[in-house]
Nanobody, 115 residues
Framework: QVQLVESGGGLVQAGGSLRLSCAASGFTFSNYAMNWYRQAPGKQRDLVATVRTDSTTSYVDSVKGRFTISRDNGKNTVYLQMNSLEPEDSAVYYC?????????WGQGTQVTVSS
């Protein structure tokens, strides 16, 4: 079965960096686009970044120039390098894959940025 397991969250001061990882299993990882979402308390879950099968990427405007998504198909892992973190980046971050006919989610990893 499909499994997505995130790691790398934590508490960091504003301006700091974190690197999130998502280990995938149960499907042919290289055949699917992978996404990072985030959800702050009381808010909806929003798409942050996408890496496609050809490794092209896209980002929500608020993280452009600060976050970098990448994938390692040999390790079945997707990463989110987060630099210049701001308190507004505090949220639970989720790894996601859409594999017809449904979305798959990891358990999430908490990122807290203190001012």
């Amino acid at each position: 079965q499909v499994q997505l397991v995130e790691s790398g969250g934590g508490l960091v001061q504003a301006g700091g960096s974190l690197r999130l990882s998502c280990a995938a299993s149960g499907f042919t990882f290289s055949n699917y686009a992978m996404n990072w979402y985030r959800q702050a308390p009381g808010k909806q879950r929003d798409l942050v970044a996408t890496v496609r099968t050809d490794s092209t990427t896209s980002y929500v405007d608020s993280v452009k120039g600060r976050f970098t998504i990448s994938r390692d198909n040999g390790k079945n892992t997707v990463y989110l390098q987060m630099n210049s973190l701001e308190p507004e980046d505090s949220a639970v971050y989720y790894c996601n894959c859409y594999r017809t006919p449904r979305n798959y989610w990891g358990q999430g990893t908490q990122v807290t940025v203190s001012s």
